[in-house]
């Protein structure tokens, strides 16, 4: 078998801040309450004219870079994310053709906040069936243009961002060491959009009823997540045949810091050991993991050799954990 590395990473971030001072003269909330109950202090938000593949081309032209390649080198792309340019064509084709990559294979799939962990691990069965050099694994996401601005009870939560890894073959000991994913469809309505799609589709009654925006039953999500993350992270270590101390860092999911706090808790990792961005860009779901492992990477704290555990939680639901040595 041939064992895949991340070869480069990037990200897209938008320019504005909205901060919650911003948030609370839009609806009924405080700065006090978003950063008690969620860790969230400001996410940004991108312009009218900013789509998901804007924020994905910024995101893979850096990693695509960082991995000492050209577009021209990538051989196929994958795109997570629940919030698509538009429904069709996917964000993945309309990102090959920014990128001027050649006419090689590109898609996009659903799977929520676990998104890019998806990605990756379709990533390594691409490159183990051989066909495939350098893989392009975005997650990206607009949550904004979903969102319901007169909702407290999701507004305050998402951001949009992007980010991006070249995926490869190690010739080392470095690379993916083990992969865990799950799903559960029975509870996808705690969380989801209810109209837009072949079910509901869009009318002027569904404007009206704002059922096109993000649904959320925060409390029971919550719940979910935290074990699901949990069951990811141990599943993960345990094919790895690692234990929680040989973990360097931890990059989970940015829904809540205190899902965050609680899984760090169990691995027993010191905060120091986290990587955490959900202060500054909220939840930006399938966007999460990859910029913060962007902003990890560029800023030196990830270094070769470090044992990385990245858990998600999203949509769907959907879970899932990757473990690499860098
Ligand atoms: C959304 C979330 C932050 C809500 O936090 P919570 O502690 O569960 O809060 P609750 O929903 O129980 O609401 C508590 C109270 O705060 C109020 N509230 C909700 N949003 C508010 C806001 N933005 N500002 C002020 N008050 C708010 C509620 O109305 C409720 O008031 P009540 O007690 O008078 O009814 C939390 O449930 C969460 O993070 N969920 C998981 C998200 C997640 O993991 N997603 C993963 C996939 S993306």
Redesign the pocket.
């Known amino acids: 078998m041939v064992r895949s590395k991340i070869l480069g990473v990037g990200m897209g971030i938008p320019e504005r801040v909205l901060t919650n001072f911003d948030?609370e003269k839009m609806?009924?909330?405080?700065d006090e309450?978003?950063v008690q109950?969620?860790g969230i202090r400001e996410r940004r938000i991108s312009d009218t004219q900013t789509a998901s593949s804007d924020l994905a081309t910024v995101a893979s032209l850096q990693a695509i870079e960082s991995a000492g390649l050209t577009p021209q080198d990538i051989d196929l792309i994958l795109v997570g994310t629940v919030t698509p340019d538009t429904l069709f064509p996917s964000t993945a084709c309309l990102l090959q053709h920014k990128l001027g990559a050649r006419q090689v294979p590109a898609y996009d799939f659903s799977a929520?906040?676990t998104g890019f962990i998806y990605g990756l691990v379709m990533a390594e069965s691409f490159l183990n069936y051989g066909s495939y050099q350098h893989i392009l694994v975005v997650g990206v996401e607009s949550l904004s243009k979903i969102t319901d601005w007169e909702d407290?009870?999701?507004?305050?939560?998402f951001g949009d961002a992007a980010g991006a890894v070249v995926v490869g073959k190690s010739e080392d000991a470095s690379g993916i060491l083990s992969t865990y994913l799950g799903a559960d469809g029975s509870l996808g309505n705690l969380?989801y959009i209810p109209a837009g799609g072949s079910r509901l589709p869009a009318t002027q009654r569904t404007l009206d009823q704002r059922q096109h925006y993000l649904k959320?039953e925060?409390?029971e999500?919550?719940k979910?997540?935290?074990n699901a993350m949990k069951m990811s992270a141990m599943q993960a270590l345990k094919k790895a045949k690692m234990s929680k101390e040989d973990v360097d860092w931890l990059i989970p999911?940015q829904?809540?810091i205190?899902?965050i706090d609680f899984l760090a808790k169990m691995l027993k990792l010191p905060r120091e050991k986290v990587i955490v961005t959900i202060d500054k860009l909220g939840?930006t779901?399938a966007a999460s993991i990859p910029t913060a492992l962007a902003m990890a990477v560029q800023d030196g704290r990830i270094k070769p050799g470090h044992n990385v555990l990245m858990v998600a939680?999203?949509?769907g639901?959907t879970w899932g954990s990757v473990l690499v040595r860098w």
């Open positions: 948030l609806v009924d909330t405080s309450w978003i109950r969620t929520g906040c407290r009870s999701t507004c305050v939560l969380l959320m925060g409390n999500v919550f979910a997540a935290v999911h829904a809540n205190r899902i939840n779901s939680f999203g949509a639901f």
